[in-house]
């Protein structure tokens, strides 16, 4: 649906030339939602840009459906434009427009017949669940509900992608989380693909298939989120994993064991898929006759499946945990924990 | 000195006020004609913009910086051949308007040109990823969201127009400007230059409130 070959971007300024984003290759496929996260000047929003060609690539290519979007005269690449929506973190509204008209615009722009514009702007707007805000003005209303405005008039020309460039980035969590779920939505319900930008791995967590991280414009990481998620392999990644799954002990945690003077076996455990749901822990603690201690943990979803990851204690002979942990080594991912080693 | 005769008076000062009304709104109405687009031009031909060109920015940006650096009484009396060439006198109310729109139309360009830049860059962004076409972006998104501070700038420039009309009434040009130089100053009528400063505050105040009140309602609803 969309694919990046090699794509570049230099800005050149007063002060030289700039790569913002390097060589970045991926392909996201039609139907899915699609995140790209990293830390602020990563190159994300350049990246995003190129799909709709708000930014051209100094280098490489961006297909859309099929079609290289360079190529494309003034008028095509307008045509091609309309079935792209796009979505800003800014909201990026007509202040002096009601919500109506803002939903309206992009079927005015299209010469949508009035009788037909009506309408569909009411749908949307009920889709969006802002039936009832039609004739308010931009500033009379909140930061989430703005958002459902711009998501509302990014869909009115029924586009078959979605451009979010942080699109809940202004906006509290539980806002975060409900812009979020909408967009689930537009995906389910549509079958819209959506590119989504980001520096919140809550977002990649929620709704996300794949991801792609980035650094100072290059891709470090790319997979499903899931893959991402219970094996993060660069250093950043694995810092974004943590920010939503924790999977580091927290201090009180560690002091405690220290206080106690433990020097139990400690291990991490990830659970994921159909295992999640598996009662393993008291499986070994009886067959081995083993005392067990969750010390801490968080089981969440991703991509509609169970992931769990708990640090657990165990306390019996060395010879059993041993077993225990090669027992458990057979169906789940596994690890021990030193405590005194931070990363 | 005469005394005044007050009944002629009065009658001397509704028509002047007629003039000064008359030149102030003309000239509002042709400077504008040429001073907004001008203004657009100002803001597309930037660089990075919709139609950027930077030899039409150049030229149009120095065209207005020098008749903007003229003092409106000298451009007047400058251009009294191009005057005569237009409307055929260079006296009277309508040989007036002349240099009026000539010195207001650079203003108001200048005036556009900042109501324009204010308006959010993420509002054009956000029309060309709908595929607006520049033209559509011109006149369904930059104008309509600048149109509050356009009318509020408006106002500014027509203040100035009542203040330059003034101005033109000292060279014969009819209007407040000249009551208040004829019967006041070259006859020591203090009074009278007193009434005409008074119409004159009025008036502005008038002008002010008026593009207030529409700036506002502009803004929403
Ligand atoms: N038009 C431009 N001219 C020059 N440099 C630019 C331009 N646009 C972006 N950059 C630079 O490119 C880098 C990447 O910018 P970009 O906006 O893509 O980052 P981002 O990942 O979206 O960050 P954020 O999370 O802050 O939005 C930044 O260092 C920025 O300064
Ligand atoms: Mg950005």
Redesign the pocket.
């Known amino acids: 649906m969309i694919t990046f070959e090699n794509v570049s ?1 230099q ?3 007063s002060e030289g030339t ?1 790569t ?2 390097k060589d970045v290759s991926f392909e996201v496929q039609k139907g899915d939602i699609y995140g790209v996260i ?12 190129t799909v709709n060609l708000l ?1 051209e690539p100094s280098s490489g290519k961006v297909y859309v459906n099929g079609r290289d979007m360079m190529t494309l005269s003034a008028d095509e690449l307008r045509k091609e434009r309309k079935k792209i929506g796009m979505v800003f ?1 800014h909201f990026n509204l007509c202040e002096s427009k009601t919500v109506f008209e803002n939903v309206a615009i992009p079927l005015r722009l299209s010469k949508t017949s009035k009788k037909d514009i009506q309408p569909r702007v009411k749908e949307l707007l009920q889709f969006v669940g802002l039936g009832d805000k039609s004739d308010h003005y931009p500033d009379q209303l909140s930061g989430g509900q703005k958002q459902r405005v711009g998501i509302a008039r990014a869909l009115a020309t029924s586009p078959e992608i979605l451009l979010c ?2 699109a809940t ?1 202004a906006l509290d969590p539980d806002t975060t989380q409900s812009i979020l779920d909408l967009l689930k939505r537009v995906n389910r319900e549509f079958n819209i693909t959506i590119l989504i ?1 980001t ?1 919140e791995m809550q977002v990649i967590r929620d709704i996300c298939d794949y991801v792609t991280v ?1 650094e100072n ?1 290059e891709m470090i990481e790319s997979g499903s989120v899931f893959d991402l998620f219970s094996r993060p392999k660069a250093k950043t990644t694995r810092n974004f994993v943590n920010a939503v799954m924790q999977d580091q002990l927290p201090a009180s945690v560690i002091n405690m064991i220290h206080k106690e003077g433990k020097s139990n076996r400690l291990y991490r455990i990830l659970f994921e898929g159909d295992e999640a749901g598996q009662p393993v822990l008291s499986q070994v603690s009886k067959q081995y006759h083993l005392d067990f201690n969750i010390l801490h943990g968080q089981i969440t979803e991703l991509q509609d499946q169970p992931f769990g990851n708990l640090i657990v204690e165990f306390i019996g002979e060395e010879n059993n945990i041993q077993q225990a942990v090669e027992h458990i080594g057979n169906r789940l991912t596994v690890s021990e924990v030193n405590i005194n080693e931070r990363d | 000195m005469r005394e005044i005769d007050w009944s002629v008076f009065w009658v001397d000062v509704w028509e002047a006020t007629l003039e000064t009304l008359v030149m102030t709104g003309f000239s509002l109405i042709f400077a504008s004609l040429l001073g907004i687009p001008l203004g657009i031009a100002l803001v597309v031909t930037r660089e990075g913009n919709l139609f950027e060109n930077k030899i039409v920015f150049q030229v149009l940006n120095v065209v207005v910086n020098i008749v903007r650096s003229v003092p409106f009484i000298v451009l007047m009396v400058a251009i009294i051949p191009f005057t005569r060439l237009i409307v055929g006198t260079s006296i009277g109310t309508t040989a007036a308007m002349v240099p009026l729109v000539i010195f207001a139309a650079p203003f108001i360009a200048r005036l556009v040109e900042s109501s324009l830049l204010e308006v959010d860059p993420g509002v054009v962004e956000a029309a060309k990823s709908m595929g607006a076409t520049p033209w559509q972006i011109i006149f369904r998104f930059l104008v309509p969201e600048a149109l509050s501070s356009l009318v509020l700038n408006l106002t500014i420039a027509t203040i100035g127009l009542v203040g330059a009309s003034a101005m033109a009434g000292a060279v014969g040009g009819g209007g407040l400007g000249d009551l208040a130089i004829s019967y006041g100053y070259q006859r020591f009528h203090s009074d009278v230059m007193l009434v005409t400063v008074i119409l004159l505050i009025v008036l502005v105040q008038l002008v002010q409130m008026s593009g207030n009140r529409l700036s506002k309602a502009l803004r929403r609803r």
């Not at chain 1, 990293?38 to 840009?49: D, V």
């Open positions: 971007k800005f050149t300024g700039f913002a984003v990293g830390f602020s000047g990563a190159g994300k929003s350049t990246l995003i840009r930014e973190q460039d942080e980035s930008i520096h980035m414009g």
